[in-house]
Structure formats: structure tokens, C-alpha cells
């Protein structure tokens, strides 16, 4: 049976069409897939952002409950031996500026010191306001959570001196 010019050409269009149709079919099963990729790698992102910044706040409490220990721990225990040697080695770098000096002078008075001092006192010691008090403290137990723990010490919403 020979074909026909008509015929020739109607396969052909009828090839196109089917040949178009799944070209279609598989750009769209592509969309679909790479959306669903793309979920999913932002979900295990999200996650991961999460983990770390849990990390990050459990090294801080880990710091700040050694501090809050220091005073009832015996002299030549592990705790006052790493606190001792995290607040001179933070006592070396506070010379570089004023914020440094107060926020290193804020976690002795707190937490070092023979004597618990009221929050009034201390801020009256260091000539700050009340309401930043706090902020003094946790920026330098996060200080001192960077040098025990090194660059796992560091936020992870803080990028090259700003926070993200």
C-alpha cells in the first residue's frame, strides 16, 4: 500500500502533535518535580538553621549556668578552672574597646565576684543604664561561649558584623 502525499504529511502532523504533547507532558512533570525539590531542600534548610541556632543557645546556657555555678564551685574544679582561664583570656581581648571593657566588667560583677551584687549596683559600677545590663551580659557570655567553643561558638544569624 503506497502512501499517499496527504497521508505522508497527516503522519507527520499526527508525529508533531504526539511528539509536542510529550515534550509537554515531560516539561511539566519536570516543573512539578523541581518544585517539589525545591520544597523540600528549603525544609531541610530551614531545619538545618534551626539545629545550629539550638546549638548555638545550648553552648550560651552551658556558659551561662557554669557562670551562675562559679561562686558555689570549690577552688581547682573544672568549672572555676575553665571560667577563670575563658574570663582572662576575655579580660585580654576587652582592651580593644569600651563596649568589650563593660561587657567583660558586667560578668565579673555578676557572677565572679565574692559578693552578689543587685542589678542597680552593678549598673551604677559601670555607669550603664538598667535596661542594658542584660544585653552587656548575654553579648559577653557569648564572647566567652566563642572562645570555649571556637567558630561553634558563633551565632549563626551573624555574618561578617551584622546579624542576618
Given amino acids: 500500500m503506497a502512501y499517499t502525499e ?29 518544585r517539589e525539590l525545591e520544597r523540600e531542600y528549603e525544609q531541610e534548610r530551614k531545619k538545618a538553621k534551626r539545629e545550629q541556632q539550638e546549638m548555638y543557645s545550648a553552648r550560651k546556657a552551658f556558659v551561662r549556668a557554669c557562670l551562675e555555678r562559679y561562686r558555689a564551685s570549690p577552688e581547682g ?27 567583660h566588667n558586667a560578668i565579673v560583677l555578676r557572677y565572679i565576684i565574692g559578693n552578689v ?14 535596661d542594658s ?3 552587656y551580659i548575654d553579648r559577653a557570655i557569648g564572647d566567652l561561649a566563642i572562645l570555649l567553643y571556637g567558630i561553634n561558638g558563633i551565632d549563626p544569624n551573624w555574618i561578617g558584623g551584622t546579624y542576618v
Fill in 6 to 34: 496527504r497521508q505522508l504529511l497527516q503522519e507527520r502532523q499526527a508525529t508533531v502533535l504526539l511528539s509536542t504533547e510529550l515534550n509537554n507532558m515531560f516539561n511539566r512533570a519536570m516543573k512539578s518535580v523541581t
Fill in 77 to 103: 574544679t573544672p568549672i572555676r578552672t575553665m571560667i577563670d582561664s575563658l574570663v582572662i583570656a576575655n579580660r585580654d581581648c576587652a582592651g580593644f574597646s569600651e563596649r568589650h571593657k563593660i561587657q
Fill in 117 to 130: 551584687l543587685p542589678d542597680i549596683e552593678i549598673c551604677r559600677r559601670l555607669h550603664i543604664r538598667i
Fill in 133 to 135: 545590663l542584660e544585653r
